[in-house]
């Protein structure tokens, strides 16, 4: 688990395990598996498409998002990244935010690259390739899966601060 920004932590599942109940804490799980699941308590494939929640969970303390590692950048919803982004913020001023997924290598880092480019001024200016080199700088493990660095990529324009 590494501080990406100020209050803002990156990690995988073995990090949410160990500080899971202890106070101060919002979570933002960034995977399916278990998550997702276990929040809408499924026991098939996926969830109902019909489902209030099929993208996007939220319970006390945590945002819980329908996200797979996947190749195909189509299967990444602009809207669980954005509500991703904007519940980050906004817990900021009450809590710290642990954004992880199973290996904190793919989905949690790219939502936190991508935090930083639109609230922070850290990759003003920046083209994308120069981003994501400042962000290894900041968080080494970031080897995102082709979906993430795909979405990251055809998206970056999008996430970019106005200041």
Same mark, same amino acid.
Request: charged fraction near 20%.
């Given at each position: 688990?590494?501080? %990406?920004? !100020? ?11 160990? *500080? ?7 979570? %933002?799980?960034? /995977?399916?598996? !278990? ?18 929640? +099929?993208?996007?969970? @939220?319970? #006390? ?9 996947? $190749? #195909?950048?189509?299967? *990444?919803? $602009? ?5 991703? =982004? ?10 710290? %935010?642990?954004?992880? /997924?199973?290996?904190?290598?793919? @989905?949690? !880092?790219? *939502? $936190?690259?991508? +935090? ?10 920046? $083209? *994308? #390739? ?5 962000? @290894?700088?900041?968080?080494? !493990?970031? =080897? ?5 660095? #795909? +979405? %990251? ?5 999008? +996430?970019?601060?106005?200041?």
């Amino acid at each position: 688990m590494l501080e %990406v920004h !100020p209050g803002i932590f990156v990690g995988d599942e073995a990090d949410e395990r160990r *500080i899971r109940g202890e106070p101060d804490w919002f979570f %933002v799980h960034a /995977c399916k598996e !278990p998550y997702h699941r276990q929040a809408l308590g499924y026991t098939g494939r996926a969830a109902s498409k019909d489902h209030l929640e +099929y993208l996007i969970a @939220r319970r #006390d303390g945590h945002l819980i998002l329908n996200l797979v590692d996947v $190749a #195909d950048v189509n299967y *990444i919803a $602009a809207e669980i990244i954005d509500a991703a =982004l904007e519940t980050i913020h906004a817990q900021l001023n009450s809590s710290k %935010v642990l954004l992880h /997924c199973n290996q904190g290598q793919s @989905r949690s !880092p790219s *939502i $936190a690259l991508l +935090y930083l480019s639109r609230h922070t001024s850290l990759f003003s200016g920046m $083209a *994308i #390739d120069e981003a994501i080199a400042a962000f @290894r700088i900041i968080y080494p !493990p970031y =080897l995102p899966a082709q979906g993430m660095a #795909d +979405y %990251v990529r055809l998206n970056w324009a999008n +996430y970019q601060s106005a200041g």
